[in-house]
């Protein structure tokens, strides 16, 4: 079973009279990347709670962050310490500044922006230490916007081994496609010999040695057969399945490898293809290729 790298997970409690939030995400990325937003009270826990978010995340480039928001309960409206205090003095600069450029008065619109600057807006937050029970809470809540994470991962992961399994089955239908035009190309390089000889002067066929030319015609139509490239594709095809429905640490990085080796068979394909026909499924073939390339960055 495949998890994509691609995550988000989200947890709400109440604490202190406010809405405790806890949020992860994260992106692809070739190890374990974090950023962390905490509260302040949550500083001197960092550690602890990087620490509980790795041994879930294992890969990728994470964002954690855990904060207070004020509770929309109607009741808490009637509660002024609900509401963070403003900095009058500063909106009162800001106004003035609008009348002497501007003149007139300050329209409503304008106000509404100026209340809102940030040195205006004086958001205090409750930085007293917390108790064992809340520290306690706290690391309930991560869990669960973790347990939120994997969801979302196993999800997005189950969607790229659909898109997988349809991009490895479309590229196993055309090398199938190809089968067809094998069997007559290497009639057709013979014939196309015989013609390019029987043009010569007949001194120069006379001194022609027969048994080596027949060594070097089958040493030449060798190097055009595609029978080895054509099993080692189909055996990367299965792989690749086989990968995807395994377990553990590392599997994005394994696809990864699977497909670097499809994409040399599928190459050595092209460069033996002397048919435009086989020339265009193997374009083809490596169009499919890239887009499983680009979606394995995905898989952790």
């Known amino acids: 079973m495949l998890l994509s790298m691609t995550g988000y997970g989200k947890s709400e409690s109440q604490m202190r009279g ?3 939030v806890c949020e992860v995400r994260s992106l692809n990325s070739k190890s374990i990347d974090m950023s962390v937003r905490l509260l302040t009270a949550l500083r001197a826990r960092e550690l602890d709670l990087r620490t509980q978010v790795a041994k879930r995340v294992e890969r990728g480039k994470v964002d954690l ?75 309930t809540q991560l869990d669960k916007a973790l347990d939120a994470f994997v969801a979302f991962r196993t999800q997005e992961g189950a969607a790229l081994e659909r898109m997988f399994n349809e991009k490895l089955d479309a590229i196993a239908d055309l090398l199938a496609q ?13 014939e196309r010999l015989e013609q390019n000889l029987a043009q010569l002067s007949e001194q120069t066929q006379a001194q022609i040695d027969r048994n080596r030319l027949e060594q070097e015609m089958i040493y030449y ?12 594709l189909t055996n990367h095809i299965k792989y690749f399945r086989e990968t995807m429905a395994g377990s553990g640490e590392g599997v994005g990085k394994k696809l990864g490898f699977i497909a670097q080796e499809m994409g040399r068979e599928i190459n050595t394909l092209g460069s033996k293809s002397n048919q435009s026909e086989m020339q265009i499924i193997v374009v083809k073939m490596k169009d499919l290729l890239e887009q499983i390339k680009e979606q394995v960055l995905n898989v952790l």
């Not at 808490?76 to 450029?101: C, D, G, M, V």
């Not at 100026?114 to 064992?132: A, C, F, M, N």
Request: glycine share 2%; net charge negative.
């Open 178 to 190: 190809v089968e067809p035009f094998e069997k007559g190309r290497v009639a057709k390089i013979k």
């Open 221 to 232: 139509l060798e190097k055009l057969d595609i029978t080895e490239e054509k099993v080692r």
């Open 65 to 139: 962050a855990i904060y207070m928001q004020d509770t929309n309960e109607p009741s808490s409206l009637n509660n002024r310490n609900t509401f963070a205090p403003l900095n009058w003095e500063a909106a009162k600069t800001y106004a003035q500044q609008y009348i002497e450029n501007f003149g007139g008065e300050v329209p409503a619109e304008v106000m509404a922006s100026i209340l809102r600057l940030p040195d205006v807006v004086k958001i205090q937050e409750d930085s007293s230490d917390l108790t064992d029970e809340e520290w306690a809470a706290v690391q």
């Open 18 to 20: 406010r809405t405790l």
